[in-house]
C-alpha cells in the first residue's frame, strides 16, 4: 500500500518559516520525482518545488525561488519542504506528490504527472 502523509503545518506570522515534512511507504524511492502543490480557497493546485530521487535535482516556482527548499533523507523515506520569508499569499493547503515523472525538468510542477498523494497539511501565513 502506497502512502504518503505530510505534517508540519501551522500557523505562522509574515516573515516566519516552516518546515513540511512528507513520509512515504510501500515504494521505493529509485527512479521517482517527490512533488510540493498547495491549493488556496477558490484556486488551482499549483506545484511549488520537485526533487528527483535518483541525483537529487531540485526545481522551484517563481514565486518560491529563493524562499523554500526542497531536500530528501533517502535513510528516513521522508521529503522535507523548509519555507522561510513566508508570505500571507502562501496561505493554502500544502500536498505533497510522488510518481515516476519522466522529464521532471518539463513536468515535475504539474498536477497530472503524479498517481500518489498525500491528505495535505494547512499553511496559514497571518499579515
Known amino acids: 500500500e502506497v502512502q504518503l502523509v505530510e505534517s508540519g503545518g501551522g500557523l505562522v506570522q509574515a516573515g516566519g518559516s516552516l518546515r513540511l515534512s512528507c513520509a512515504a511507504s510501500?515504494?521505493?524511492?529509485?527512479?521517482?520525482?517527490i512533488g510540493w502543490f498547495r491549493q488556496a480557497p477558490g484556486k488551482e493546485r499549483e506545484g511549488v518545488a520537485c526533487?528527483?530521487?535518483?541525483?537529487?535535482?531540485?526545481y522551484y516556482a517563481y514565486s518560491v525561488k529563493g524562499r523554500f527548499t526542497i531536500s530528501i533523507d533517502d535513510a528516513k523515506n521522508t521529503v522535507y519542504l523548509q519555507m522561510n520569508s513566508l508570505k500571507p499569499e502562501d496561505t493554502a493547503v500544502y500536498y505533497c506528490?510522488?510518481?515516476?515523472?519522466?522529464?521532471?525538468?518539463?513536468?515535475?510542477?504539474?498536477?497530472?504527472?503524479?498517481?500518489?498523494w498525500g491528505q495535505g497539511t494547512q499553511v496559514t501565513v497571518s499579515s
Open positions: 526533487i528527483t530521487t535518483g541525483d537529487g535535482i531540485t
Open positions: 510501500g515504494f521505493t524511492f529509485d527512479g521517482y520525482t
Open positions: 506528490a510522488a510518481d515516476n515523472v519522466r522529464y521532471p525538468k518539463l513536468f515535475g510542477l504539474k498536477r497530472d504527472e503524479y498517481g500518489y
